[in-house]
């Protein structure tokens, strides 16, 4: 099973509007979480991370942490057709060198 | 800016072969790993090292080897290649143990096995 589940799969949202991507582990020893950004044709880099809880703001970009409820999310205003890509949400356990990435979301953003 | 090179970028190879991808990285980072990317199942971990000299197994490393001879360089292995390793494999640096760093990664390897 996979330990990091993201949604939605697909996403496709209007030049200028918000794009909300969201993840869940399974794990509770992860506690450190990356989102990574892959255009098409390349390797994916990394886009902001966050360990603490709360929001973490970036530019366009804000990453919000509940380690709680093992839930991170990335939204993204102002969305451009350059940010259209495949985004994956990774995760580090506090045990570990390993990290585990999610199944992506590839975001459309139509111009 | 932090490099990761892999090669070659493309390759096709006959079931039972032997396929060995390559990956340099000029970053001075003691881990790297190698991943491979399908529809579906996102990245997933196939054997990465702490250094050389040492490698270990990730969640997926039935069917391939590793072998880190120095800090820069860290090869993936497919002793007898076949169809369900079709896939593409990154190839990524980064000590995220140690100060929670990013990872680096390479352009990709797309592999077919026929």
């Known amino acids: 099973q996979q330990k990091v589940q993201q949604s939605p799969e697909s996403l496709s949202v209007p030049e200028g509007g918000m794009a909300s991507l969201n993840c869940t582990s399974s794990?509770?020893?992860?506690?450190y979480f990356w989102w990574y950004r892959q255009h098409s044709g390349e390797g994916p880099k990394a886009l902001m991370?966050?360990?603490?809880?709360g929001d973490k703001k970036e530019g366009r970009f804000t990453a919000h942490l509940n380690k709680a409820s093992l839930h991170v999310s990335l939204h993204i205003r102002d969305s451009q057709p350059s940010d259209s890509a495949l985004y994956f949400c990774a995760a580090l356990s506090n045990m570990g060198y390993k990290l585990t990435f999610g199944t992506g979301t590839s975001l459309l953003v139509d111009p | 800016e932090a490099a990761v090179t892999q090669s070659p970028r493309n390759k096709v190879a006959v079931t039972g072969g032997k396929v060995t991808l390559s990956c340099n990285q000029t970053n001075n980072h003691n881990n790297m790993y190698w991943y491979r990317q399908d529809t579906g199942h996102g990245l997933r971990l196939i054997h990465y090292s702490y250094g050389a000299g040492s490698t270990e197994k990730g969640d997926i490393p039935d069917g391939y080897k590793a072998s880190r001879p120095s800090q820069e360089n860290f090869s993936l292995i497919l002793e007898l290649a076949t169809p369900s390793q079709t896939s593409v494999y990154f190839c990524?640096?980064?000590?995220?143990?140690?100060?929670?760093?990013?990872?680096?990664f390479g352009s990709g390897t797309r592999l077919t096995v026929l």
């Open positions: 991370s966050i360990f603490s809880d």
């Open positions: 794990d509770r020893n992860f506690q």
């Open positions: 990524a640096s980064g000590d995220v143990a140690v100060s929670a760093e990013t990872l680096y």
